[in-house]
């Protein structure tokens, strides 16, 4: 049989990695390192996501794919270590879905003088939403169980600029620049 | 004739065993294909499960071939998305089932007395099902109970049975029982990721 490479469907991805040591218990000889999240175009991409571990102290450089939707891990042909890894699947989807997120913002272009008016997506119901930049008149307002954040504001005079959303959850923080220019 | 694909993970057992000489094989053969084995199959992945995952979908296969990789696939070391092909009559020994319409068939008619397979929280509720990573608060909320009903406060009902048809659906799944003869399997496909950059 014939490997056809598939060229057309190009899938670029960045990972961001969240850090897991010292929050997930080890299992004999396995240390949980930190998870690697798949974004596309600054969303986050699938429900699978990567945990890097290290093995007798060595930071390995495969990864146990987990299915984080389901809560579990993919892939692992060994039953017994399969078994481990089933235990510490939920403490790791724990932390995920602890971390609050900012959905996908695009950088803006306005008019002087124009108020702007802007929604933007926030996940997992975070505890603190911010938002600090160089907007007059600024005005947000968290509508929690829409999960939507209202930005309002007039650009000042300045050409071009960027404000910041900051969310909080626990120690969590997530933090998103938004770029900005005035025509 | 049907046409359905199954992706394999740089280094995961499809990977590094060629079911183009081997055809699939369930991890446990052995075991008996009931509804709670596919129940248990797709919403909590059990090992000791006698069915083999296929998806309609080619791009659900190749998020399974790219993301549940032991290593990020690249050009040079690709992740597998195999194409397979059932004609009509099927191989022998096989069955090719619709996990959606096997879960739905045991599932009681409304007078039956016992719990539900659906949910009892709001119209938002299935959102959190469907993607419990960005919307998971959705299966937090108060069930909410008729004045003078309230009991203990609590989240709506969950049924396993509602979990399965929603992760089939998500992956366009299809189940196979029994052996995928090597011949139904008609090509490979290389994916990997562009262009990666760890943040």
Known sequence: ????????????????TID???????????????VEEPYREGRRYSPFVRVRYALNGVKQDKAFPMDVDKGIFLSIDDDALEEKLR????????????????????DQTWSVDKEIDF?????NNPDIVSVHGPL????????????ILEIKGKPSRQTSGEF???VKKRNQETKKSVSFEII | MSIFYRGAGVDTYWHLNNPTEIGFTARAPEVAPTTVRLIQHISR???????????????????????????????????????????????SGIKVLDPVK??????????????????????????????????????????????????????????????????????????????????????????????????
């Open chain 1, 1 to 16: 049989m014939k490997h056809i490479v598939d060229n057309v469907n190009k899938l670029e991805l960045t990972f961001k």
């Open chain 1, 119 to 123: 929604k933007v997506p926030i996940s």
């Open chain 2, 102 to 199: 096997e879960v739905a068939q045991t599932l009681p008619l409304p007078p039956t007395i016992g719990p539900a397979y659906q949910h009892d929280g709001s119209q938002e509720f299935l959102l959190g099902v469907v993607n419990p990573r960005n919307m998971g608060h959705f299966l937090m909320q108060h069930s909410q109970q008729p004045p003078l009903g309230e009991g203990t406060p609590r989240p709506p009902n969950l049924s396993l049975e509602l979990e399965t048809l929603v992760r089939a659906l998500r992956d366009a799944e299809i189940l196979v029982y029994g052996t995928i003869p090597a011949t139904c399997v008609v090509n490979c496909f290389d994916v990997y990721v562009d262009m990666p950059l760890l943040e």
């Open chain 1, 87 to 106: 235990k510490i699947a939920p403490k790791i989807v724990e932390i995920l879905n602890s971390i609050p997120e900012i959905g996908q913002v695009y």
């Open chain 1, 164 to 166: 910041t959303i900051i």
């Open chain 2, 45 to 91: 992945g059990t090992n000791n499960s006698p069915f083999i995952s296929l998806s309609i979908s080619y791009a659900v296969a190749r998020d399974y071939a790219l993301l549940s990789s032991l290593e990020i696939p690249t050009p040079s070391k690709p992740a597998y998305v195999y194409e397979i092909e059932f004609q009509n009559p099927l191989p």
């Open chain 1, 136 to 147: 007059l008149g600024l005005y947000y307002n968290w509508i929690k169980d829409d999960g």
């Open chain 1, 20 to 34: 897991l040591e010292g929050r997930v218990p080890s299992t004999d000889a396995i240390e949980f390192l930190s």
